[in-house]
């Protein structure tokens, strides 16, 4: 694919999450509780046991502060005392999406789950619109799987274990959410998408420098 045509429908790709996350963003303002969120949620629920809810909290694990924070500074710096410094500090550029994310939620304000509608595993207490757990995976995992894939001297049964595990917190992170009580459906979708979109510019900064002469 020629380079032009390749960066031209990125740009759409990230124009239309844009354009998707503010139309989501738009609705869920004007109607906080929807129906459907609700059977959602208990259609996941309908299957819980004490084992699994152990799971579902292990699968938020690191979303959760402060050890989200911490698990961003810890690989960012093993990328950077490995001699990967430029993806430890790129990597640790992750943490500024806690600014972004707080500030999405102020302005929409939508409220939690609450026992009247769903089980509550796990009580929190900002606003529920976007997942925070779910935009900071999708970026951060994302991001890994990204720089497996591309760091080549890297050993690959490493960059195979760290992409099967980044994936599968991924993949796992936004049906825990709605598991535990903690977020609607579409909080979920939004946190995904606006990871995506968050995502984005870290990859264009990253390998714009790494072609550089």
Request: aromatic share 16%.
């Amino acid at each position: 694919m020629p380079a032009i045509l390749k960066r031209n429908t990125l740009i759409f790709i990230l124009l239309l999450l844009i354009a998707a996350f503010t139309g989501l963003s738009f609705f869920i303002a004007q109607h906080p509780i929807l129906a459907f969120d609700i059977k959602t949620s208990l259609f996941i629920q309908q299957y819980h046991a004490d084992w699994l809810d152990k799971v579902m909290l292990a699968i938020s694990f690191f979303g959760e502060l402060p050890f989200s924070l911490l698990s961003v500074v810890i690989v960012a710096a093993i990328f950077y005392w490995q001699k990967y410094k430029r993806e430890g500090i790129f990597i640790s550029t992750v943490l500024l999406s806690g600014l972004i994310i707080l500030g999405i939620k102020n302005i929409i304000n939508r409220p939690r789950p609450t026992a009247f509608y769903v089980r509550l595993v796990e009580v929190n207490r900002f606003q529920s619109y976007p997942s925070g757990h779910v935009l900071s995976y999708t970026l951060f995992f994302g991001f890994l799987i990204i720089l497996m894939n591309h760091l080549k001297d890297i050993p690959k049964i490493t960059r195979n274990i760290i992409s099967f595990l980044s994936a599968f917190l991924v993949i796992t992170i936004a049906p825990s959410r709605i598991y535990l009580g903690a977020h609607w459906f579409t909080d979920t979708v939004g946190g995904f998408l606006l990871g995506l979109i968050c995502l984005f510019p870290l990859c264009y900064f990253y390998f714009k420098k790494a072609v550089k002469p």
